[in-house]
């Protein structure tokens, strides 16, 4: 208004437009000359009124040079609080991770390392990878299995509680998984905890009548369970059986005295693809879980033993070896591992230690604006 306020003084015209020069600044700071053009409608004097409004002169092309220096000194100043805040969040991020760093030593912290013992021999051999424990899961890892005599376990069991026989993909889900838990979560057929375990009882009293009390060891498991027995590397069992049934079977191939501990369908909540069947067998054989090498036929096992933390090997003798990639190794015999095989997995550069890959470091985004434009866009 002040500078049409002056060109009103100096101008004689009445309602002819205005012509004539004014001197801007652009929003890059530098000199500009632009022509106006003025339609006037009634001139008293010292004041100009204008006709209906002209329209709006863009920004980018007129801008008031004292509003464009006073929103620049605020770009300036937004710019730099943002840069003392980057900084000071910065340096505490600095102060922190040297809190929490410690000392470089050698040999690097191992948490196998059992500071307790006094004995220097009993923590080396504790911080080897041959200090390791291997779980096995009971059919088919160590006895051979039979999964069409699962099925006619829970078609015949259907049919006496009067439910609908379960289809084949249902059967496929409920494999690894306790009795209760599919019957009261997959298959739906009851709520009620006594009913429950009523019918789980008697699924397992036919299962073990159709299967008559016969078992046979796996191709290469009962060598491969001597090798294990002769370095003395303490072994587990985990199956989703109940205890008595595990233990008849046991006896009846003669195997007593090799498992350290055993986890039967008693001692857990949930089987497969839960991994609460190996954490406590882990707890049991008193290792932690990154030297606890799982040992099982399924990819149920697997997703099983890696949420634990253990290492596992596949054993492909119900399902294809490219089936099974996800294990950590995959073999169709048992006897076809060697102890290096086991030490490999249970080497020194598994979770205990911590990944030996740097971590990625992510670009901060800048903070303020990128371009003159977008600042301006800010403030008009």
Not at 72 to 80: C, S, T, Y
Not at 198 to 219: H, N, S, T
Not at 318 to 332: M, S
Request: include cysteine.
């Amino acid at each position: 208004m002040a500078v049409v306020e002056s060109i009103a003084t100096t101008s004689l015209l009445g309602r002819c437009p205005l012509h004539g020069r004014i001197s801007v600044r652009d929003i890059f700071c530098k000199q500009k000359s632009r022509n106006y053009r003025l339609r006037v409608t009634e001139f008293t004097g010292r004041r100009i009124i204008l006709s209906p409004p002209l329209p709006r002169l863009k920004v980018d092309k007129l801008v008031n040079s004292s509003v464009e220096a006073r929103a620049i000194e605020l770009i300036k100043e937004v710019h730099a609080y943002r840069e003392e805040e980057r900084t000071q969040r910065n340096w505490n991020d600095e102060t922190d991770t040297c809190k929490d760093q410690k000392p470089n030593l050698w040999p690097p912290e191992n948490r196998a390392d059992n500071p307790s013992l006094h004995n220097p021999l009993l923590r080396q051999e504790r911080m080897g990878c041959g200090w390791l424990a291997a779980i096995f899961e009971w059919e088919g890892v160590i006895i051979k299995d039979n999964p069409e005599l699962e099925k006619q376990t829970w078609l015949a069991l259907a049919e006496e509680e009067g439910k609908s026989p379960p289809p084949a993909f249902t059967l496929r889900r409920i494999e690894g998984m306790k009795n209760e838990q599919a019957i009261a979560e997959i298959l739906c057929w009851s709520r009620d905890p006594a009913q429950v375990k009523r019918v789980a009882a008697r699924k397992e009293d036919i299962y073990q009548a159709l299967q008559g009390g016969v078992y046979r060891f796996c191709a290469g498991s009962s060598e491969f369970m001597d090798v294990l027995m002769h370095y003395k590397i303490p072994m587990a069992l985990v199956s989703t059986r109940p205890r008595k049934t595990l233990e008849a079977a046991i006896r009846t191939i003669g195997i007593e005295g090799c498992f350290s501990a055993i986890v039967a369908a008693e001692d857990v909540y949930r089987g497969k693809p839960d991994p609460e069947m190996f954490l406590y067998a882990a707890q049991l054989l008193k290792f932690i879980a990154e030297r606890c090498i799982v040992f099982g036929n399924s990819n149920q096992t697997v997703e099983a033993a890696h949420d634990a933390r253990m290492k596992c090997v596949a054993v492909a003798n119900r399902h294809r070896v490219y089936e099974l990639g996800a294990a950590d190794l995959v073999v169709r015999r048992l006897d076809e591992l060697s102890i290096v095989d086991l030490k490999n997995l249970a080497d020194t550069e598994s979770a205990e230690f911590g990944s030996g890959e740097p971590k990625p470091e992510m670009e901060e985004e800048e903070d303020g604006p990128s371009t003159s434009t977008a600042a301006d866009s800010i403030f008009w």
